[in-house]
């Protein structure tokens, strides 16, 4: 029993590792893609025949719009963050409730086991004593 609760906290540590690494890597990849994306729309805009005025007002709405997928992509990231964080909040609380009601379990079953003991003790004692005489 001890041993599959062990087997069961490192089996949810593990998860927790994959999940924050999930992050991670999701973080990394959106902000290269963004990074791709600004390159490729900047590019875009210097290499069009287009007026300076025309261009510094693309080359703004492109900044733009890329600043607001990286905040966008920045929130997505911290409430995935926020929603593991959370779970493994509660894992941890859910764990330390089974160990308390465990701890009540063995509490009670030592109880139980040691008012046993002493029943057969007294028995064991009583039956000696009548061969005794």
């Not at 927790?16 to 875009?44: D, L, N, P, S």
């Not at 733009?64 to 905040?71: R, S």
């Not at 593991?84 to 409730?97: I, K, L, N």
């Amino acid at each position: 029993m001890i041993m599959k609760n062990l087997l069961g906290k490192l089996s949810k540590e593990k998860r927790k590792r994959e999940r924050t690494e999930a992050v991670k890597k999701i973080a990394v990849e959106v902000g290269v893609v963004a990074a791709i994306t600004a390159a490729g729309v900047a590019t875009g805009i210097l290499l069009a025949p287009k007026s300076g005025k025309e261009t510094r007002k693309d080359i703004n709405k492109a900044a733009v719009k890329t600043a607001e997928a990286i905040k966008d992509t920045v929130h997505k990231s911290t409430e995935m963050a926020k929603d593991s964080v959370a779970h493994v909040v509660q894992e941890v609380s859910d764990a330390f409730e089974d160990v308390q009601h465990k701890t009540g379990d063995v509490k009670k079953d030592i109880k139980d086991g040691s008012q046993e003991i002493a029943k057969d003790i007294h028995k064991t004692a009583e039956k000696i004593k009548k061969e005794l005489k």
